[in-house]
T-cell receptor, first 112, second 114 residues
Framework: EDQVTQSPEALRLQEGESSSLNCSYTVSGLRGLFWYRQDPGKGPEFLFT???AGEEKEKERLKATLTKKESFLHITAPKPEDSATYLCAVQASKAAGNKLTFGGGTRVLVKP | GAVVSQHPSRVICKSGTSVKIECRSLDFQATTMFWYRQFPKKSLMLMAT?????????EQGVEKDKFLINHASLTLSTLTVTSAHPEDSSFYICSAMVSYNEQFFGPGTRLTVL
């Protein structure tokens, strides 16, 4: 069974204080690993897709990396508007119907 | 990016009534859509996969007769919560596949059953 574990569950940062979120996964053949951002009361917003170990992608203050067992989402010099829940999901290569398995998310609060 | 809409965004109903939620892909065609449920401060739980022109595939533990899914066109899937009860109150989110490995999510529907 595919499993995704995110840590920490919650993270409090001061504005400008860089940090990393972890997403550990167990999957029977990885087709893709996805990062989403979710604001309260809204649907997830797509951030990145990573396909193979060693791959990195960046978007503004966010950088996602991937190894064979985990992915990291690095937040560099965060601002209060980066406060959100960050969700990690995996898609197995043999996933029926191309479905995603989500982790529990990391709630990030950036204080000014 | 691809845009997915949901309607309504918020609904309050009495126990025993049925509620229909629409999920539309606005600028692309989606042969596959997904329905999720999310409890407060929890992650997304996949309920079912909706395929255009065929029956939905439900996840284990999800009642098919309780949560009726119809995917009648390439841009519209509907979720009907039949005979809703307070325990069905939740945040329901749909997503649509843009390609085999890309899903874009709708804004969600908050259902409150009194």
């Amino acid at each position: 069974e595919d499993q995704v574990t995110q840590s920490p569950e919650a993270l409090r940062l001061q504005e400008g204080e860089s940090s990393s979120l972890n997403c550990s996964y167990t999957v029977s053949g990885l087709r893709g690993l996805f990062w989403y951002r979710q604001d309260p009361g809204k649907g997830p917003e797509f951030l990145f897709t990573l396909y193979s170990a060693g791959e990195e992608k960046e978007k503004e203050r966010l950088k996602a990396t991937l190894t064979k067992k985990e992915s990291f989402l690095h937040i560099t010099a965060p601002k209060p508007e980066d406060s959100a829940t960050y969700l990690c999901a995996v898609q197995a290569s043999k996933a029926a119907g191309n479905k995603l398995t989500f982790g529990g998310g990391t709630r990030v609060l950036v204080k000014p | 990016g691809a845009v997915v809409s949901q309607h309504p965004s918020r609904v309050i109903c009495k126990s025993g009534t049925s509620v229909k939620i629409e999920c539309r892909s606005l600028d692309f065609q989606a042969t596959t859509m997904f329905w999720y449920r999310q409890f407060p401060k929890k992650s997304l739980m996949l309920m079912a996969t909706s395929n255009e022109g065929s029956k939905a595939t439900y996840e284990q533990g999800v009642e098919k007769d309780k949560f009726l899914i119809n995917h009648a066109s390439l841009t519209l899937s509907t979720l009907t919560v039949t005979s809703a009860h307070p325990e069905d109150s939740s945040f329901y989110i749909c997503s649509a596949m843009v390609s085999y490995n890309e899903q874009f999510f709708g804004p969600g529907t908050r259902l409150t059953v009194l």
